[in-house]
Nanobody, 119 residues
Framework: QVQLVESGGGLVQAGGSLRLSCAAS????????MGWFRQAPGKEREFVAR????????SYADSVKGRFTISRDNAKNTVYLQMNSLKPEDTAVYYC????????????WGQGAQVTVSS
Protein backbone atom coordinates (compact mmCIF):
# COMPACT_ATOMS: atom_id res chain seq x y z
CA GLN A 1 0.00 0.00 0.00
CA VAL A 2 0.92 3.64 -0.36
CA GLN A 3 0.66 6.28 2.35
CA LEU A 4 -1.45 9.32 1.47
CA VAL A 5 -1.63 12.73 3.16
CA GLU A 6 -4.12 15.40 2.07
CA SER A 7 -3.66 19.13 2.53
CA GLY A 8 -5.22 22.37 1.35
CA GLY A 9 -8.64 22.17 2.92
CA GLY A 10 -10.26 25.09 4.68
CA LEU A 11 -13.13 27.56 4.82
CA VAL A 12 -14.16 29.45 1.71
CA GLN A 13 -17.16 31.49 0.63
CA ALA A 14 -19.53 30.24 -2.02
CA GLY A 15 -18.12 30.94 -5.46
CA GLY A 16 -14.56 30.68 -4.23
CA SER A 17 -11.79 28.20 -5.01
CA LEU A 18 -9.55 25.77 -3.17
CA ARG A 19 -6.91 23.33 -4.29
CA LEU A 20 -6.44 20.08 -2.44
CA SER A 21 -3.17 18.18 -2.62
CA CYS A 22 -2.48 14.57 -1.78
CA ALA A 23 1.12 13.52 -1.27
CA ALA A 24 1.98 9.85 -1.63
CA SER A 25 4.87 7.92 -0.20
CA UNK A 26 5.99 4.37 0.26
CA UNK A 27 5.59 2.91 -3.21
CA UNK A 28 6.06 3.91 -6.85
CA UNK A 29 3.36 6.53 -7.36
CA UNK A 30 2.98 5.87 -11.07
CA UNK A 31 1.76 2.35 -10.29
CA UNK A 32 -1.46 3.78 -8.92
CA UNK A 33 -4.66 5.17 -10.30
CA MET A 34 -5.83 7.93 -7.98
CA GLY A 35 -9.22 9.18 -6.88
CA TRP A 36 -10.89 11.82 -4.74
CA PHE A 37 -13.94 11.07 -2.65
CA ARG A 38 -15.91 13.10 -0.15
CA GLN A 39 -18.22 12.54 2.79
CA ALA A 40 -20.65 15.13 4.06
CA PRO A 41 -22.14 14.94 7.58
CA GLY A 42 -24.83 12.28 7.76
CA LYS A 43 -24.14 11.06 4.23
CA GLU A 44 -22.25 8.19 2.68
CA ARG A 45 -18.88 8.71 1.08
CA GLU A 46 -19.20 9.52 -2.61
CA PHE A 47 -16.95 9.54 -5.63
CA VAL A 48 -15.72 12.94 -6.82
CA ALA A 49 -13.04 12.38 -9.47
CA ARG A 50 -10.42 9.92 -10.63
CA UNK A 51 -7.30 9.97 -12.77
CA UNK A 52 -5.34 7.17 -14.37
CA UNK A 53 -1.67 6.53 -13.63
CA UNK A 54 -0.59 8.34 -16.82
CA UNK A 55 -3.13 11.21 -16.52
CA UNK A 56 -4.57 10.03 -19.82
CA UNK A 57 -7.99 9.27 -18.41
CA UNK A 58 -10.07 11.29 -15.98
CA SER A 59 -13.69 11.20 -14.90
CA TYR A 60 -15.91 13.24 -12.58
CA ALA A 61 -19.12 13.01 -10.66
CA ASP A 62 -21.90 14.93 -12.39
CA SER A 63 -22.19 17.22 -9.37
CA VAL A 64 -18.66 18.60 -9.85
CA LYS A 65 -18.18 18.32 -13.60
CA GLY A 66 -17.05 21.61 -15.09
CA ARG A 67 -16.07 23.02 -11.68
CA PHE A 68 -13.43 20.59 -10.37
CA THR A 69 -10.26 19.41 -12.09
CA ILE A 70 -8.13 16.46 -11.03
CA SER A 71 -4.48 16.30 -12.01
CA ARG A 72 -1.28 14.61 -10.91
CA ASP A 73 2.45 15.12 -10.98
CA ASN A 74 4.17 11.76 -10.86
CA ALA A 75 7.56 13.41 -10.39
CA LYS A 76 6.25 14.96 -7.16
CA ASN A 77 4.17 11.93 -6.10
CA THR A 78 1.18 14.24 -5.75
CA VAL A 79 -2.39 14.35 -6.98
CA TYR A 80 -4.43 17.55 -6.95
CA LEU A 81 -8.06 18.56 -6.94
CA GLN A 82 -8.70 22.11 -8.11
CA MET A 83 -12.14 23.18 -6.95
CA ASN A 84 -13.72 26.28 -8.46
CA SER A 85 -17.17 27.86 -8.13
CA LEU A 86 -17.61 26.13 -4.80
CA LYS A 87 -21.10 25.67 -3.41
CA PRO A 88 -22.27 25.07 0.17
CA GLU A 89 -23.23 21.54 -0.86
CA ASP A 90 -19.56 20.85 -1.58
CA THR A 91 -18.91 21.01 2.16
CA ALA A 92 -17.44 17.65 3.20
CA VAL A 93 -14.33 15.81 4.27
CA TYR A 94 -12.37 15.07 1.11
CA TYR A 95 -10.28 11.90 0.86
CA CYS A 96 -7.75 10.85 -1.71
CA UNK A 97 -7.40 7.18 -2.51
CA UNK A 98 -5.14 4.93 -4.53
CA UNK A 99 -5.62 1.65 -6.32
CA UNK A 100 -2.95 -0.39 -7.99
CA UNK A 101 -2.95 -0.42 -11.80
CA UNK A 102 -4.60 -3.64 -12.93
CA UNK A 103 -6.31 -4.37 -9.61
CA UNK A 104 -9.78 -3.73 -8.22
CA UNK A 105 -10.88 -1.41 -5.45
CA UNK A 106 -9.16 1.57 -3.91
CA UNK A 107 -7.16 0.15 -1.03
CA UNK A 108 -5.13 3.08 0.30
CA TRP A 109 -6.82 6.12 1.81
CA GLY A 110 -5.69 9.40 3.27
CA GLN A 111 -6.90 10.82 6.56
CA GLY A 112 -9.14 13.42 4.92
CA ALA A 113 -9.22 17.20 4.55
CA GLN A 114 -12.14 19.32 5.66
CA VAL A 115 -13.64 21.68 3.09
CA THR A 116 -16.30 24.07 4.31
CA VAL A 117 -18.15 26.38 1.92
CA SER A 118 -20.17 29.18 3.50
CA SER A 119 -23.15 30.76 1.83
Amino acid sequence: QVQLVESGGGLVQAGGSLRLSCAASGRTFSRYHMGWFRQAPGKEREFVARISWSSGDTSYADSVKGRFTISRDNAKNTVYLQMNSLKPEDTAVYYCAARTVGSGPYDSWGQGAQVTVSS
